[in-house]
């Protein structure tokens, strides 16, 4: 690759730069198990709720960065000092979903905290010999994924041809999907209230 300066016209600059993607554009799926389905169902939250609106209610959302652990090596090269990276280390994320006026996003949550720990003895949690034991991970684990997307894809769909035939043919809009295997809610963020001023009601998971 030439390491000399490129000269570029306005146009051919403006045009590259209108194509780059944009962080509003994204969806997130949460696909419990039937564990976590039917604790949900036991607080009065329907299926369609968790499997259609849940994600719309993901206003804020990070898609998975990732890094090494490394060792330092001192003394192979004079004055240098290398590192060397031996595992690699995925980054926990957070996503923050509005509350809805029946709080069912609050509800799910902590429906789906209680397959992790659950109480046993008496329901309400009120009495003095409760106990509580964590669940079988894969009671509580399950998938869910951000797909991130341009603001063109739902127009007419991209035209490519065909070398063989020569015939032009749709294909499908570039897209990001990260899939999270056997994900659990680490912590559900405490949300303050206050008299101050009206404003969404949000929660950090």
Known sequence: MSRIPKKYAIDDIRGRFQTVA???KYQAF?????????AATKVGI?????????????IDAVLP???FADIEVVGDRQGITERMPYSRIYDDVTFTFLVDRNYNVLKFFESWLKTVNPLFGESSG?????????NY?????????IVKYNKDYFNQPVITPISQTGSP??????ILCYTFLKAWPL???SIPVNYEGGSTLKVNV
């Open 126 to 134: 009120e009495a003095d010999n409760n106990i509580s034991a964590l």
């Open 22 to 24: 944009i962080d509003n």
């Open 137 to 145: 991970p894969k009671d509580y684990k399950c998938k869910m994924s």
């Open 187 to 189: 912590s559900v963020a």
């Open 65 to 67: 960065g990732s890094s």
């Open 46 to 58: 329907s299926r369609r709720f968790i499997d259609e609106d849940l994600g719309l209610y993901t």
């Open 30 to 38: 949460i696909e419990p198990n039937e564990v976590v389905y039917n």
């Open 169 to 174: 043919v749709p294909t499908k809009k570039p």
